[in-house]
Structure formats: structure tokens, C-alpha cells
């Protein structure tokens, strides 16, 4: 097995690495003092593809391999922890799940929104007060169904990128009975009524990257946003 980098690899490393040199490693001393996220260089991501790793060229994205987005992290990892880890969870965590289990249409609706730059990033909440390594049986965030809407309520903690996202993807319980098949992915867009994003959390280090609890309160979102199968 080959284990170099394709010359097209190698290209992208150094596209990577010139741009991080350049517009993040400079402000990392700066962003972990002051804990402000680089907004500076994150809306100049969006063209270079930096925002949409895992996303499909025709919903605005990169769509690099699995090798050349590891090495996009790992550059901007060189250049500030900080920056790197939301970048990091916003592709992973925050647009991953859509592009391998959203409906088209969620496609087309967040995808090209986060992707480009201009606007927010993305988010995803798993952990809460009481749950952290043991989801299936401690996630007590519910959605109940009500008309055409999911109607969302409880509380998530340590959502990175919360306060600078424009949606969370939130891990909710749609089985009252709390069944095997009782866990469900909801999109919510952070802007939604009852959604509150508490101060970002005092840490000992990766300040620039912001930390939060998120509170549920009767946030009504479409039945649509459901990603993937619910149960599933």
C-alpha cells in the first residue's frame, strides 16, 4: 500500500498551510487571550472550501477525501488549537450528519449557508447535565410531536460552537417509553424561540474555540428536521 501523499494532496497541503500562515497563526496568541473567535479568517474559508470538507460540490461545499480533510485540520491545528477545533466540529459534527442522513431539501436549505463564509457556522448537541458517555440510556431532551411541528424541550451542555452557529443538530428523545429506538437527531436553528445559549464556558485552554450550555424551551421546529429516520 502507498502511503504518500497524491500530488493533488500535496497541493492542497500547501494551499492549506500558506493560508493558515497567513491569516490564523497570526491571531492565535490573540484569540486565546481574548477568547473572540477569528471570524476574520473563517469568512475567507468559505472560498477555499474550508467550511464544506464533507460537503458535496452541488450543495456548496469541497467535497475533499477523507486523507486531504484530515490534513486541512491538521493545518489548522499548526496554526491555533483554538480555530482548528470549532472548524473541526463544524465539519464533522455540524454538517456530516446532514450530508449523510438530511432530507434533500434540509440539504439545500442549511448546506450552502454554512459553506460559504458569510454566515454562521454549525453545531451539534449530544452531552447534557446527566449524560455525557451514556447517551442511549441518559439523554432526557425530548421532542413530542404537535400538528406538523417537533415541540423540543431540555438542556444540552458542552456544545462547541453553539453561540456562533446557525443551527444545532440536537440529540432528543422521541420515545417516551425510552426504547433502543427511542433517540432522534433534530435540526434547530438557533435563532428558533426557547432556544438560549447560556455564557461560554471558563477553560483552561482553546479559548477561542466557544464552549456552551443550550437550553430547550418549547422550541417548535418543522417536522422536517428530522435528520435520518426518527428512532434512528
Given at each position: 500500500?502507498?502511503?504518500?501523499?497524491?500530488?493533488?494532496?500535496?497541493?492542497?497541503?500547501?494551499?492549506?498551510?500558506?493560508?493558515?500562515?497567513?491569516?490564523?497563526?497570526?491571531?492565535?496568541?490573540?484569540?486565546?487571550?481574548?477568547?473572540?473567535?477569528?471570524?476574520?479568517?473563517?469568512?475567507?474559508?468559505?472560498?477555499?472550501?474550508?467550511?464544506?470538507?464533507?460537503?458535496?460540490?452541488?450543495?456548496?461545499?469541497?467535497?475533499?477525501?477523507?486523507?486531504?480533510?484530515?490534513?486541512?485540520?491538521?493545518?489548522?491545528?499548526?496554526?491555533?488549537?483554538?480555530?482548528?477545533?470549532?472548524?473541526?466540529?463544524?465539519?464533522?459534527?455540524?454538517?456530516?450528519?446532514?450530508?449523510?442522513?438530511?432530507?434533500?431539501?434540509?440539504?439545500?436549505?442549511?448546506?450552502?449557508?454554512?459553506?460559504?463564509?458569510?454566515?454562521?457556522?454549525?453545531?451539534?448537541?449530544?452531552?447534557?447535565?446527566?449524560?455525557?458517555?451514556?447517551?442511549?440510556?441518559?439523554?432526557?431532551?425530548?421532542?413530542?410531536?404537535?400538528?406538523?411541528?417537533?415541540?423540543?424541550?431540555?438542556?444540552?451542555?458542552?456544545?462547541?460552537?453553539?453561540?456562533?452557529?446557525?443551527?444545532?443538530?440536537?440529540?432528543?428523545?422521541?420515545?417516551?417509553?425510552?426504547?433502543?429506538?427511542?433517540?432522534?437527531?433534530?435540526?434547530?436553528?438557533?435563532?428558533?424561540?426557547?432556544?438560549?445559549?447560556?455564557?461560554?464556558?471558563?477553560?483552561?485552554?482553546?479559548?477561542?474555540?466557544?464552549?456552551?450550555?443550550?437550553?430547550?424551551?418549547?422550541?417548535r421546529v418543522p417536522l422536517d428536521n428530522l435528520i435520518g429516520e426518527e428512532g434512528k
Open positions: 500500500m502507498n502511503f504518500d501523499l497524491t500530488d493533488e494532496q500535496k497541493l492542497w497541503q500547501k494551499t492549506v498551510h500558506e493560508f493558515v500562515a497567513n491569516e490564523v497563526q497570526p491571531k492565535a496568541h490573540e484569540v486565546d487571550v481574548t477568547g473572540e473567535f477569528n471570524w476574520t479568517a473563517t469568512r475567507k474559508m468559505g472560498p477555499l472550501g474550508l467550511l464544506g470538507l464533507n460537503i458535496p460540490e452541488e450543495y456548496g461545499g469541497a467535497g475533499v477525501d477523507a486523507v486531504s480533510a484530515a490534513i486541512a485540520i491538521e493545518e489548522l491545528g499548526w496554526g491555533c488549537g483554538s480555530t482548528a477545533l470549532a472548524i473541526a466540529a463544524h465539519n464533522g459534527l455540524g454538517t456530516t450528519p446532514i450530508v449523510l442522513y438530511g432530507s434533500e431539501e434540509l440539504k439545500k436549505q442549511w448546506l450552502p449557508l454554512v459553506a460559504n463564509g458569510k454566515n454562521k457556522l454549525a453545531a451539534l448537541a449530544l452531552t447534557e447535565p446527566g449524560a455525557g458517555s451514556d447517551l442511549q440510556g441518559g439523554v432526557v431532551t425530548k421532542a413530542v410531536k404537535d400538528g406538523n411541528e417537533w415541540v423540543i424541550n431540555g438542556a444540552k451542555m458542552w456544545c462547541t460552537n453553539a453561540s456562533i452557529a446557525e443551527y444545532i443538530i440536537t440529540l432528543v428523545r422521541t420515545d417516551p417509553a425510552g426504547g433502543s429506538r427511542s433517540l432522534s437527531q433534530i435540526l434547530a436553528p438557533t435563532d428558533t424561540p426557547g432556544v438560549k445559549i447560556g455564557p461560554a464556558e471558563k477553560k483552561m485552554g482553546l479559548h477561542g474555540s466557544p464552549t456552551h450550555a443550550v437550553t430547550y424551551e418549547d422550541v
